[in-house]
Every structure is written in C-alpha cells, then in structure tokens.
C-alpha cells in the first residue's frame, strides 16, 4: 500500500503535489493538537528537542490524559489551546462546507471549471481515504514493534531486580538467623528509643514545674528572664537572688556590729542601723496589689454565687407553688362546670317532665268536661286506656319525684362546696387578681351566713343578760365570773361580727366594681344570673345557716350557769 501512495504522489500534477503536502501537514498539526503524537513512553523517551516535548504536553493538556494544571498559567494555557484547537475545526468545518456547496452546484456548461474542481475534489477525497488507510495499517504496525521491544525491556528489568534481590540478599546473610539477628537489633534501638522519648517527657514536665516555681519566686517573666540571662555569669551584678541578698545583708550587719562593738561614731551607727531595715525592706519581694484586687473578686463571686443559690431556690419553690395553684384552680374549675352541666340538665329535664304532666292534665281535663268519661265507661277499651294514663301519670309522678331528690341533692352539693370555698380566706389584696368571681360569690354569702349566725347568737345572749339582769328578786343574779365570761363572749362575737360585715363589705364592693365581668353581668349560669341575694339555693343555704345558729343558741344555753 505504501508503493501505490508513493505511485499516486509522483503521477499526481503539481497542483495535486501542492493540496497533497497541505493535507499532510494539517493532519500532523491535527494530531498534534488531540495528543495522538508520542502516546508511549518510548516514543516520549525517542523526543530530544523541547519543540516536540512542547507539543506533547499542549496535546495531553487538549486532551485530558495528562495531570491536571496546578496553577492559573496552566489552566490559562490550557483554554489558549483548546481555543486555537476549536478556531481550526471551524476553519475545517468551513472548508467542508465550501467542498460540500461546490459539489451541490450545478456546472454551467461542459467547459466550466466549477466541473473540474468537483472531479478534483472527488479524486483528492479518494486519495485521502486511501491515507487514512495507510496511517492506521502503518499505526498498527508500530503498535506491534512497541510491544516487540518492550518485551526484552521487561526482561532486562526482571534481571536487574533479580540482580539487586541476590545483592541484598549477600549482604544481609545467608539463612533466617541473621534476619532474626536484624529483628531483635530493631527491637532493642526501638526500646531505647521509648525510653529516651519517657525520659525526655519527665523532663519537659520537671522543667515546666521548675518555671512555675521560679515564676511564683522571682514574681514576673521579666525578672525570670534577667536571672536566666546571668546564670552563667558569677560577676554579673544586673540581677542577684535571694542568697545572693541574703549573704551580702549579713556582711553588712557583721560589719555594723564589728563598727559598733569597736565604738564607732554614733551617726555613722544610726546611719547603718536605718539603712539595714531599707535594705531588708528593698530585699522582701514586693506584694502586688493584684493579689488584693484577686481576693476582693473572689469575695464579690462567692457572694454573688450564694444570692444565685438562694433565687433559684426561691424560684424553684414558687414554681412549685404556681403549679399546685394551676392544678387546684382548673381541679374546681372542672368540678363546678360538671356541676352546672349536671344542674342545667336536671333543670332542663324537670320543666319538660313539668311540660308534659301540664299537658296531659290539660288533656284529661279536655275529656272529662267534654263528657269522655262517660264514654270511657260505657267502652272496656275506654276503661284500659284511662287506667295506661293513669300509671303513666303514677311514673311520670314518681319520675319527677327522684329527680326533685336529685336537684336537691346536687344543691346540697353545691351548698356543701360554697361553704367549703367560702370558709377560706381569700389571702392579701396583692392576690386579688387572681382570685376568681365564683369565690368571691362563696365568699360573700358564707360571710352573710356567718353575721345573720352571730347577730342571732348575740341577740340571744343579749336576751339572756337582760333576764337575769331583770329578773324576779327570789332568783340569784349570776356570779361574777359567769357574768365576766359572757361579757368576753359577746365582746368577742361583736367583733367576729364587725370584721365580718367589714369584709362582706370589701367582698360586695369588688364585684360591683368590676363592671361587665361581674358574675351578675353573666347570662350563662343559671345561678349567677340571679345576683347575690337571690333565690333558690342562697334562700336553702341562709335556712341552714339558721338552723345551725340555732342550735349552737341551745348549746351555748345549757352551758351558762344556772341560777339557784
């Protein structure tokens, strides 16, 4: 195939010669351009020019198959060449294009050039196939001889390690016993190591304990560095320790005393005995004040950790207390809706039993006046059914009857509830807000309950002294002490009585100064639209609370004394 190309190359014409190199040498520069140029090692290894080696790496850069740019120069070169590979193609799709317009047109005549360029163009077409062919067969071929050479390579390299496998293997020594030899040296070294790694760690700490120490002693980094600084230097007089001043300060108090037992002046003695309590002074290490400062701080958090403690305990306990309120308020909150829910229903139920018996009443009546009865008589059907409603009005009858002992019943309940909640105080006026409208209601009306008991106890021991006060002259007056004793008694009720009627009246006065919310204002409830001093189960609570007082007159009655 090669000799028929080289054939078709010299029976070409000049023209031919011309658009053949052209195509050759845009193929290369195409190649080039896609990495196809030197894609094996020995190929790379063949290259000696740096133009080539240049190409190379443009042509893995285009392609990807090399390693990736690392910096902006790389990628900024990169996109050049991607650029100038895609400004060819263009220039190569033109191209196509313009063959491809000119092989679509049509000749004019027999003698057109536009009819040989077109046969030219077919016979350059076939030509370039024909290339196409021998480049590739020509490619495979290579292939083939780079394997063929790679071979004896990887030959050579499989000797050459063989060759440095025996070389170590001489020097190491024939046998496993010098690798056992080369194992217990590795241990023992690595062994010294550890411990030289433990000493030097013992040793960083004793000298980081050492700097604190010498930190606390000497008092600041400075100082610390001056003293390391003359470590060394027996003579140097920057910075002088402890013994140092401790030594030189016993010199000069032998030499005082020396001059003092030798009689010395007396100004030269006071002179010496002051400068050695400035000297002693200057020697002590200087307190500084941010130890003072240090304490006080600490002072301050301590006390303000002990003012923390006590408001979250504080805290922690009216939590406690919010909750057990909460809790409480909506246990009676639920209990009273059940029992209005209860009391409306049975309210409800009675009027329509009373509906209902109202109009069969009517209806027996109806009959008996338009002379039904009669019929009823004359008739056994009649008869039977006069003795259904009869039954029907004895259920009806007892029906009403249980349900009036149930109302009763539940009002007691709620008798025996207001009272309950109406004996307890209702706390400060700092906790008015939170107390409800239902409690003030209970409130008030055990408060009215309780003056109508005491006026009648009072009335009644007022009666009580003044018959034995007025009485006939055979009967005894009582004692003095019984006298005093009642005195007491009535003293004490009057007042129970003042403080109650004072506080009804701070009671009547709050919900009347609530306005809109006020329990009378409500049309839901049945019982607080009746206002305070209603009907109905406040009349049965004040007859209660009568009886009651009555008998506690009867009780407080057998226990006066009696006269003789």
């Not at 003795?387 to 349900?403: A, I, K, P, S």
């Amino acid at each position: 195939m090669e000799l028929e190309a080289h054939a078709e190359f010299e029976g070409a014409s000049d023209g031919e010669d011309d658009d053949i190199a052209r195509f050759e040498r845009q193929c290369a520069d195409r190649a080039r351009a896609e990495g196809r140029i030197a894609l094996s090692q020995e190929e790379e290894d063949g290259l000696q020019s740096d133009e080539e080696d240049e190409q190379i790496q443009k042509g893995r850069l285009v392609t990807g198959t090399g390693p990736a740019p690392k910096d902006d120069s790389g990628w900024r070169q990169k996109c050049e060449l991607l650029q100038e590979k895609l400004a060819r193609r263009e220039a190569e799709l033109g191209q196509a294009r313009n063959d491809l317009e000119l092989l679509r047109s049509d000749g004019i005549g027999p003698n057109d050039p536009g009819n040989e360029l077109k046969q030219r163009l077919l016979d350059l077409t076939k030509k370039n196939r024909r290339f196409q062919v021998t480049c590739e067969s020509q490619k495979v071929r290579l292939q083939q001889l780079e394997a063929e050479v790679k071979k004896p390579k990887e030959e050579a390299r499989k000797q050459a390690e063989e060759l440095v496998m025996q070389r170590a293997s001489e020097l190491m020594g024939d046998g496993l016993g010098n690798v056992e030899d080369w194992k217990k040296k590795y241990l023992v070294s690595s062994n010294k190591l550890q411990e030289v790694r433990h000493e030097a760690q013992e040793l960083r700490a004793q000298l980081q304990k050492q700097r604190k120490v010498l930190l606390k002693e000497v008092g600041s980094e400075e100082a610390l560095q001056q003293a390391l600084a003359v470590a060394d230097d027996p003579t140097a007089n920057q910075w002088k320790g402890r013994a140092a001043q401790i030594s030189q300060l016993q010199r000069q108090l032998r030499e005082l005393r020396e001059k003092v037992a030798a009689g010395g002046d007396t100004g030269l003695t006071a002179a010496a005995v002051t400068m050695v309590p400035a000297a002693a002074a200057a020697a002590q290490p200087k307190v500084p004040a941010v130890s003072q400062a240090a304490d006080k701080r600490r002072e301050e958090f301590e006390r303000l950790q002990e003012e923390v403690e006590k408001l979250r305990a504080e805290q922690a306990e009216a939590k406690s207390k919010q909750v057990a309120l909460k809790s409480r308020a909506g246990l009676l909150e639920s209990q009273l809706r059940e029992m209005k829910a209860n009391s409306q229903f049975l309210l409800r139920k009675s009027d329509d039993d009373d509906a209902l018996v109202a109009a069969m009443r009517r209806q027996m009546g109806r009959r008996a006046e338009a002379g039904d009865v009669e019929e009823l008589d004359e008739g056994g059907a009649a008869a039977a059914e006069l003795e259904g409603l009869r039954q029907e009005n004895e259920e009806l009858q007892g029906q009403l009857e249980r349900q009036a002992q149930i109302v009763v019943q539940l009002r007691q309940k709620s008798l025996a509830a207001s009272c309950e909640n109406g004996s307890v105080r209702l706390g400060p006026k700092s906790a008015e807000s939170s107390v409800s409208d239902r409690q003030l209601i209970d409130r008030v009306r055990f408060l009215e309950a309780e003056n109508q008991k005491a006026g009648e106890h009072v009335r009644l021991l007022r009666e009580q002294l003044e018959e034995g006060g007025g009485g006939s002259g055979s009967s005894r007056p009582f004692s003095a002490e019984s006298t005093l004793n009642l005195k007491d008694k009535l003293r004490q009720l009057s007042e129970r009585l003042a403080a109650a009627e004072r506080e009804n009246k701070s009671l009547r006065q709050q919900p009347a100064s609530g306005g809109d919310d006020s329990p009378a204002s409500r049309p839901g409830s049945r019982s607080s639209s009746r206002g305070m001093s209603g009907a109905g189960p406040d009349a049965e609570q004040v007859l209660r609370h009568n009886e009651a007082l009555k008998r506690e007159v009867v009780r407080l009655r057998a226990q006066l004394p009696r006269p003789d």
